[in-house]
């Protein structure tokens, strides 16, 4: 598999783009980063082909004082939720493509490095420098701190929902994942399994597509599968010396049984790894299928793929599916999934 | 202060260590020059150290031997010695040579900024920290850290004009 670049996105004032999150169809791509700005970059014109086309849609700034370093949607696009270095969350709501900024999360001391909505939409998790995650009760426009959690002994860099169950992972500078979920009956959240593998800061965290399986992206330079046999997640496969340099994201696309796994480097480059869950006759494997070197000029900080189209979603096949990438050179591009051999970069910019 | 008195070493001349060659092809405005440990070292030899009316290269905190270049892959490797296993500004010491490259060097350049083994007793938390671009980034948008490392920074700008 090879990516070949399919546009450019160039408006974060040349400063580090941090973070990127597609709305849940797909139409709508959000960017942030240390121009304390967030943009929405979208399509007008319907050649889906020639992957142009993508413009800056709007700029929502004045949220936060400092670098936005995470944006996610919620299930229903309705709303935005961003964080910043600034110790601050903020839920911006979209009516009619105009946003406005409708609640500023305050519980954290510092740094809120990560942001995500569960897949019922009711709850939010954030996490960050003060070691905390906290998880926020949404009814409409108001957020209440349902849980606060110190299971980590530093720094929290990531927070990802499973994809159907009120099951939340982290994960962090003190290099594990943590899992935290209510008992039945109980409102109480607390941290269920710890997963210990990586040797060093665990920057990403990923559920697969029923959330059987959880993928982590580590300083290590390595990938891990965690698979739930019984109630518990373990490890099920290792793929190590992925990148020639820390890997900062990955992103899942595919079905309950395998998948790609896109991933994110210092080194500049972006890897695509082919994911086999486990099955009655086979263990579970990583295998590496590309690598694009030189993805930008600059760290890769975050990769997303772009959700398919509803009734495309069962399709078997990987090609033509397209991921973005947001990088320290400033840069937002999209790619799309082709068969082959990597060569070397053209960036169309 | 961590080390009341320390040993203040003389420093060497800016041109030390480079053949005839080397200075003739520095000279030209046409050669391509690569980026080389000397110019790594000149650009953070005049730092000071941020408790002592010293700089790095007097304190031997930095020293060339410490820096290794990889112009071709663009890679730029420092370890740099606090002057005692304890000392408690050894983060901000690293902090400092960091912000100096990120500076200016070429933005292709990976910079890696580590202890030299065995001369911290934290040698692996700070080495860690150092090197989380996340805890670097927002340390530098903290106004007051970020004064207190122009302030390391000071001398090195002055001697560059």
């Known amino acids: 598999m090879r990516l070949e670049e399919v546009a450019a996105l160039q408006g974060h004032e040349e400063l580090r783009v941090w973070h990127i999150a597609w709305s849940p169809s797909g139409a709508t791509l959000a960017s942030c980063g240390e121009d304390k700005t967030i943009r929405l970059w979208g399509r007008h014109g319907a050649t889906e082909q020639d992957g142009g086309g993508w413009c800056c849609q709007a700029v929502l700034e004045e949220g936060h004082q400092r670098t936005i370093r995470c944006v996610a949607w919620s299930p229903d696009t309705r709303f935005l939720a961003s964080c910043s270095f600034d110790g601050t969350a903020s839920v911006w709501e979209c009516i009619e493509n105009e946003f406005d900024c409708v609640a500023s999360l305050e519980g954290h001391e510092n740094e809120v490095k990560g942001v995500a909505w569960a897949a019922s939409g009711s709850l939010l998790a954030t996490c960050g420098r003060d070691k905390a995650v906290f998880i926020w009760e949404a009814e409409d426009e108001n957020f209440e701190v349902a849980a606060v959690m110190h299971s980590h002994t530093q720094d929290v860099k990531c927070v990802a929902w499973h994809p159907h169950e009120d099951i939340l992972a982290s994960s962090s500078y003190d290099d594990t994942i943590r899992l935290y979920s209510r008992a039945p009956g109980d409102d109480d959240w607390r941290c269920t399994s710890t997963l210990s593998g990586h040797t060093s800061t665990v920057w990403c965290v990923c559920f697969t597509a029923d959330g059987r399986g959880i993928l982590s992206a580590s300083d290590d330079r390595s990938i891990i599968l965690w698979e739930k046999q019984g109630e518990l997640y373990s490890e099920a496969a290792r793929l190590s010396e992925v990148h020639e340099r820390a890997i900062y994201t990955l992103s899942w696309t595919g079905s309950t049984a395998h998948g790609l796994v896109a991933a994110g480097s210092s080194d500049d480059a972006i890897s695509i790894t082919q994911v086999a869950l486990s099955s009655t006759n086979n263990p579970a494997s990583l295998r590496k299928d590309g690598m694009q070197p030189s993805a930008h000029q600059g760290d890769v900080n975050c990769v997303a793929w772009r959700p398919l189209p509803e009734d495309q979603q069962d399709a078997a096949s990987m090609v033509g599916r397209v991921v973005a990438s947001a990088g320290d050179d400033g840069m937002v591009r999209l790619w799309r999934c082709v068969e082959g051999e990597a060569s070397d970069t053209m960036h169309l910019d | ?161």
């Open chain 2, 1 to 161: 202060m961590d080390n009341a008195n320390p040993t203040v070493y003389a420093a060497a001349s800016e041109q030390a260590g480079r053949s005839a060659e080397d200075l003739a092809m520095e000279a030209d405005p046409n050669a391509r020059d690569p980026i080389d440990s000397l110019e790594v070292f000149d650009l953070i030899r005049h730092i000071k150290d941020p408790e002592h009316p010293h700089t790095l290269e007097q304190l031997r905190v930095a020293q060339l031997q410490l820096i290794s270049v990889d112009d071709s892959r663009s890679r730029v490797f420092v370890h740099f010695s606090p002057t005692i296993p304890h000392c408690s500004m050894a983060t901000l010491i690293g902090l400092s040579i960091r912000v100096k490259l990120l500076r200016t060097l070429p933005t292709r350049f990976k910079i890696d900024v580590n202890i030299t083994p065995g001369t911290h007793a934290s040698e692996a938390a700070v080495n860690k920290q150092l090197n989380d671009k996340e805890r670097v980034a927002a340390a530098l948008e903290n106004e007051n850290l970020l004064s207190v490392v122009n302030k390391c920074l000071a001398g090195v700008d002055q001697h560059e004009q």
